[in-house]
């Protein structure tokens, strides 16, 4: 008979689920998503929500559903060889490529860089990486430890600090709406899902979530309905969170144009309205809860890809990938949070649509038997536009491929021409292992 999981813990999950998704991107993109989008924000915010909190909690819960044991087995589904590729890109995406070192760039941006002299800026960089990315690592030796720490100590901290600038944001608005720019102006809402892509949380999902079911089942979950209902509990809680949060964040960039007029970045915006806001005490309020929130979240990367490259290798230890990780990730980090995110959006372009395509095949397996043809076919169909869209933020469009797409494909000028492919790939499958079952059955008769 299954133990019953104390709600106690369920609520430490869902606090350190939302711990580990709300880092570096979740801060400064709705900031600047809000700015852009004025008097559109709620369509824009709508959009955001879909993609930033939506899909990264399904994510986690598709694990739960799959009952697989981590993102490999579940790609299997696919290929082996696909899983092994598809999975080690997500991994060092997520990991020492971009995300980490996201971690420690948007600290330094917003929490130290305004505050010191331009000639300053380079040193400050390499010293604050440094230290960052030691703490990070030296928590992410003891990873048995994470859910005490993340979950009952630094959440609450991070929680308290963005608490307090969200609500005299709210209470005291710099300023009103101003008039969308851009493709906020006739798209916000899919504007608004596309820049959900850039805080990485459906493909981070993968990874936390085998964290999550990891968790459950050690406090005494053993059937699959205990563990869903359990995982369901927390990532509704992170759901609430990370709601509230990403709309107020939004709400503050909408509102500061008026005041500060149109920042470089999400980090930008942040830095100046806790200025305006708190004055000498904001530089202080922001730098902490900017530095809480993205060590967390580079914590549970550097944790998970550690155990995911080990696994892979095993002749290398965790501890020494954790080490090895963190150095990488803070040699990185010194490219520059702007260049990270120029740098990071093809390759989102590329791998979010098949994350996303991934996760709804995981719920719908049961509908078509899991057959291999049905997953392959939505992938290959899938991979086709989303390969070429990802050349085309890569500034390597290839025209007659573009103008076939935007011709024949809809939703493609929303950067959402993936998801017919993907449907008439799944279908096409689906159709071919009727057909290859019904011969094999004639065969054997």
Known sequence: ??????????????????????????????????????????????????????????????????????????????????ALVFTTILYLSIGPFFA??????????????????????????????????????????????????????????????IGILVIVAIVNPLGSFQAPVGPYITQPFFKGFQEGYLTMDT?????????????????????????MAVCLKAAGIAAVILIVLYTSFSFLGASSVEKIGYADNGGTVLAQVSAIYFGEYGAILLGLMITVACLTTSVGLITSCSTYFHKLFPSISYKKFAVILSAFSMV?????LTQLIAISVPVMTVIYPVAIVLIFLTFLHPLFKGSRLVYQGTILFTLIVSIF?????????????????????????????????????????????????????????
Request: net charge positive.
């Open 203 to 227: 493909l981070a999902s993968f990874v936390f979530g085998i964290m999550i079911i990891q968790a459950i089942k050690q406090k005494g979950a053993s059937t699959k309905k205990q563990m």
């Open 100 to 161: 980490i070192p996201r971690t420690g760039g948007v600290s330094f941006e917003v929490g130290v860089k305004p505050y010191l002299p331009e000639s300053m800026a380079s040193v400050g960089l390499i010293i604050f990486t440094l230290l960052f990315f030691a703490l990070t690592c030296l928590i992410s030796l003891n990873p048995e430890k994470i859910i005490d720490i993340v979950g009952k100590i630094l959440t609450p901290i991070k929680l308290l600090f």
């Open 389 to 445: 869209d990802g050349l085309e933020q890569a500034g390597l469009s290839i025209s007659f491929v573009h103008r076939f797409f935007e011709s024949f494909l809809p939703f493609y000028s929303l950067g959402l021409g993936w998801i017919l492919p993907a449907i008439v790939g799944g279908l096409v499958g689906y159709i071919v292992s009727l057909i290859a079952g019904g011969q094999k059955q004639l065969a054997e008769n």
């Open 332 to 336: 990185v980090a010194n490219v520059g």
């Open 1 to 82: 008979m299954s133990n019953k999981v104390p709600f106690s813990f369920t609520i430490v999950i869902g606090l350190m689920l939302f711990a580990l998704f709300f880092g570096a991107g979740n801060l400064i993109f709705p900031a600047m998503l809000g700015q852009s989008a004025g008097e559109s924000l709620w369509a824009a915010n709508a959009g955001f929500l879909v993609t930033g909190v939506g899909l990264p909690l399904l994510g986690v819960l598709a694990f739960g559903f799959s009952g697989k044991e981590d993102l490999q087995a579940l790609a299997s589904r696919i290929h082996p060889t696909f």
